[in-house]
């Protein structure tokens, strides 16, 4: 982390999976952000960012989004500047969604599938998905302001059985 007394600044999450074999229908998995209000951390989300938006003050963005895990590296890329977030956001939840294309597809289903989460060189997160393997989304970690308005950093997973990605970006960080 950046400092003790600071707590995370700007946050890397990394997404990677093997492409689906020869003839199947490709694995899509998205990265998801969801923020929340500092006057209700665990109520609905006040923006998502993911494959299609970011968050309107620019302080969360996805730069790579793929659609199938081909090629080398990571698969999909999202930096969130904690730092910059405003004093009115007090929990980021961050997860991870698979689109169900004709049929139910899980995290276990899907080969190679690894999550990374690091500020600048330090490592914060490793998570491979097989504690909820047969999820169809997941919870991977949260990021939470104290009242000093210093971030901290949680590891967070939680399997998801059966929901898709829009009902999954609105419930991630619930309550319930």
Do not use: C
């Not at 997860?95 to 169900?100: D, P, T």
Request: hydrophobic share 40%.
């Amino acid at each position: 982390m950046s400092s003790l007394n600071k707590g995370p600044e700007k946050v890397e999450v990394a997404l990677k999976w093997d492409p689906s074999p020869s003839g199947r229908p490709a694995h899509d998995l998205d990265i998801i952000a969801a923020v929340h209000a500092a006057d209700d951390p665990h109520g609905e989300p006040v923006h998502l960012v993911h494959f299609d938006s970011r968050s309107p003050d620019g302080t969360i963005t996805l730069h790579r989004d793929s659609r199938t895990g081909q090629g080398f590296g990571d698969d999909e890329v999202m930096t969130i500047e904690l730092h910059r977030l405003a004093p009115a956001y007090a929990r980021v939840v961050v997860g991870v969604a698979i689109q169900q294309h004709g049929g139910r597809t899980t995290f276990g289903e899907i080969s190679g599938t690894g999550l990374r989460i690091r500020e600048g060189y330090q490592e914060l997160m490793r998570h491979d998905f097989a504690d909820v393997a047969g999820a169809t989304a997941a919870t991977v970690a949260e990021f939470v302001r104290d009242g000093a308005g210093v971030w901290a950093f949680r590891p967070a997973v939680r399997g998801f059985p059966d929901t898709d990605p829009a009902t999954f970006g609105r419930r991630m960080g619930t309550a319930s």
